[in-house]
């Protein structure tokens, strides 16, 4: 992969809004808009790893050429117009070079550095598969970084193919604890560009794969992130960027080891995320980490815990301006009530959640939260009156919230069938359960997450004294023949 440093030849310049891609997002908002490119890019085998942030620095004219991948989605999504047409500069002038004739493939390159990958080859080309070009996620006015490092850096969370085995066996990631001694250089944007999208591509496989998988891969490079952290950065910018990564990074570790089912380390991940935001003054980063510490205090069963901390996120993420922020934390906090049997609070949350929720999308709402839609607001809802054992009314949310759940997202299609399977053989519908399991059971062979499968053997249980039911001995034969879990 070509790596090398790109300067502008104007380098005083600023950068010029991309109005043409404004034009073409329309009334949707940044994060809608990039899900449907990620939506194109999945319908050509292309693999993007698009947010809001990434449509908010095309438009801001921050990337003035994207990379090979998203150039060949965003023709496929606008047949019949040039990059020139999306308001796209001439690769050559990003560049400095001609267009790479066919065939053509660049130079290799080798990193040295704390993180590194077992599915990365020194001899490996770009080639026409090369999703990662530096163009699009680099400052081209920073000249201070190598972006080597920062290559390697992202290429420990990707992954060669869109099955479980191709994303879960390549992605192999190793820690060279000889590399973390020596010391590392100041970082710059590619280490920070490099960092946020491996915070992306983490979540990005937890929502197909779920959990089990990934999370031992992800301790070295949540390791490396704050290494770099220790060795500072060329700009006070850059450093803003770092601790901002590295938290979110920390918070994304911290859920793989909540969703399986580690959840002593789930809270110490948690901690770290919440420092680093208290550290740095991010109240971004601080309401991110007390939401997902009152999601885990529920699991672990300690709804108070889960309530202050959901009230805490709210305090803090009402400076951020975004509703939907609001919303999720309001349901954090319903699950704390429900779980403390506080019926009325829990339904005052509910309710607050469901109007805040109403009030739609905007430019404010951070970028993690892009899993937050419907579905989400009916899966956390159903699970709140499943704890109040209201089982007839979570069993109504938890098959709407897998109804509206878009098919790629395996994972949680996964939980919400699995929550209403539960809901139904409690609510003493245990023909409809079985067949909602056996939908559950068909999802395993994609995703690995022990919470999953810890609410399969609940339900298995409720089960046994059914067995006469219409597919009941066939969901428990086939949920027995199951692995057992380390």
């Given at each position: ?56 620095r ?112 390549p ?65 006070q ?6 601790h ?23 809270r110490?991940h ?71 049997a ?65 098919p ?43 919470r ?11 089960l ?23």
């Amino acid at each position: 992969m070509t790596s090398s440093t790109v300067t502008s030849s104007q380098p005083d310049r600023p950068p010029r809004p991309n109005l043409a891609f404004r034009r073409l997002r329309g009334r949707r908002s940044p994060a809608e808009f990039a899900a449907l490119v990620r939506r194109a890019a999945r319908e050509i085998g292309e693999r993007v790893s698009c947010d809001a942030r990434y449509i908010g620095r095309v438009e801001a004219g921050e990337i003035r050429c994207p990379n090979y991948a998203y150039e060949r989605v965003f023709l496929h999504m606008y047949p019949g117009r040039t990059l020139a047409d999306l308001g796209f500069a001439p690769r050559s002038a990003v560049r400095g070079r001609g267009p790479r004739p066919p065939g053509e493939v660049a130079r290799p390159t080798v990193a040295p550095m704390a993180l590194t990958s077992p599915a990365y080859d020194a001899s490996e080309t770009s080639g026409d598969h090369e999703p990662y070009e530096p163009y699009d996620t680099q400052d081209p006015y920073d000249t201070h970084e190598n972006h080597e490092e920062s290559d390697v850096l992202r290429r420990a969370f990707m992954t060669g193919g869109a099955t479980v085995a191709a994303a879960l066996g390549p992605f192999g990631l190793t820690f060279d604890a000889a590399a973390a001694d020596r010391p590392v250089r100041r970082a710059g944007s590619a280490q920070a560009a490099a960092l946020e999208e491996a915070v992306r591509e983490i979540r990005l496989l937890d929502d197909r794969h779920g959990a089990d998988g990934l999370y031992r891969r992800a301790a070295g490079p949540l390791r490396a992130a704050y290494a770099l952290l220790d060795a500072g950065a060329t700009r006070q910018a850059t450093a803003d960027r770092l601790h901002s990564g590295a938290g979110e990074l920390a918070i994304s570790v911290g859920w793989l080891a909540h969703d399986s089912g580690r959840f002593d380390d789930a809270r110490s991940h948690y901690a770290e995320a919440l420092a680093t935001a208290r550290m740095t003054g991010d109240d971004a980063l601080e309401a991110h980490a007390f939401c997902n510490t009152a999601f885990l205090a529920r699991d672990a069963g300690r709804p108070r815990e889960a309530v202050r901390a959901a009230q805490a996120a709210q305090r803090v993420g009402r400076s951020l301006g975004s509703a939907r922020l609001m919303s999720l934390l309001a349901l954090r906090e319903a699950g704390g009530w429900a779980g403390l049997a506080d019926r009325t609070a829990c339904e005052q949350a509910l309710a607050r959640a469901l109007a805040l929720h109403q009030r739609g999308v905007s430019d404010a709402d951070p970028e993690w939260m892009s899993f937050y839609g419907e579905a989400e607001l009916e899966g956390l809802e159903a699970q709140c009156w499943s704890t109040l054992g209201d089982w007839r009314r979570a069993a109504r949310h938890a098959r709407r919230a897998a109804q509206l759940q878009d098919p790629h997202f395996s994972r949680n299609i996964a939980l919400y069938t699995a929550e209403l399977a539960d809901d139904l053989a409690r609510g003493g519908r245990p023909d409809e359960a079985a067949s909602a399991g056996m939908k559950v059971l068909d999802l395993l062979d994609q995703v690995q997450s022990s919470r999953i499968q810890a609410m399969l053997a609940g339900t298995a249980r409720v089960l046994l004294p059914h067995r006469r039911a219409s597919g009941v001995p066939e969901f428990l034969e086939r949920h027995a023949s199951l692995p057992r879990q380390g």
